[in-house]
């Protein structure tokens, strides 16, 4: 049986616990020091809703002299897990003000998960740097698929993180036609099935993304 390969990105600032989180989906550990990511990649077989996947799993700098290495990875990307801390009010800031702008360059319409992390350091020193609130407005304007919170130190919520970026992936490559779910394929190969069943295209026929 072929399995289904996706291939996802986890960014962020320095610190902001997503090479944590990406340690604590594979079950590699909780790592008590922070470490300085350069370029980590992983492989992982994971089954989703019944469907078997073969997932690519990429930890990348988050210092702003590696943007170009970072841009090599995007490409390839099928959806991107974008990071902040709980404790680290400049760290979201930064997914505004320069982390969208970076990633849209380079994945103009890849689904983004927009993940707040260290959630189990959510303490009354914490609980305003960023409400909810504000977190779930930041989601809307960057187009993010959905806002997530998780504690790679508590192993909370950490599968459904990834779980929700392979469901976002499958559904940004269907299309929906006349009620039918079909592959995402490009506009020349509808031109050849058209051309081919001889049927015309109707203007009444509605594409819809998710």
């Not at 997932?55 to 841009?71: C, E, H, N, Q």
């Not at 995007?74 to 969208?100: Q, T």
């Amino acid at each position: 049986m072929s399995l289904t390969q996706r291939e996802f990105i986890v960014v962020g600032d320095s610190g902001s616990g997503k090479t944590s989180l990406l340690r604590a989906y594979l079950r590699k550990g909780y790592m008590n020091e922070p470490q300085s990511t350069v370029y980590d990649c992983h492989v992982a077989n994971v089954k989703v809703d019944g469907r078997d996947m073969k997932l690519k799993l990429v930890d990348t700098p988050g210092k702003r002299r590696f943007r170009i290495f970072r841009s090599l990875n995007y490409r390839n990307a099928h959806g991107i897990i974008l990071c902040f801390a709980v404790n680290d009010r400049d760290s979201f800031k930064r997914i505004g003000g320069g982390w969208i702008t970076e990633i849209r360059e380079f994945c103009l319409d890849t689904p983004i998960i927009l993940v707040r992390c260290k959630m189990d350091l959510r303490q009354k020193p914490f609980e305003d740097i960023v409400s909810v609130r504000t977190a779930r407005a930041l989601q809307k304007e960057i187009g993010a698929y959905t806002y997530l919170e998780c504690s790679a130190h508590e192993q909370s919520n950490v599968d459904e993180i990834f779980n929700c970026a392979i469901r976002s992936s499958i559904r940004k490559k269907a299309r929906l036609i006349d009620g039918f779910l079909i592959p995402n394929i490009s506009a020349v190969s509808w031109t050849h099935l058209w051309s081919i069943n001889n049927v015309q295209p109707q203007s009444t026929h509605k594409v819809f993304h998710r």
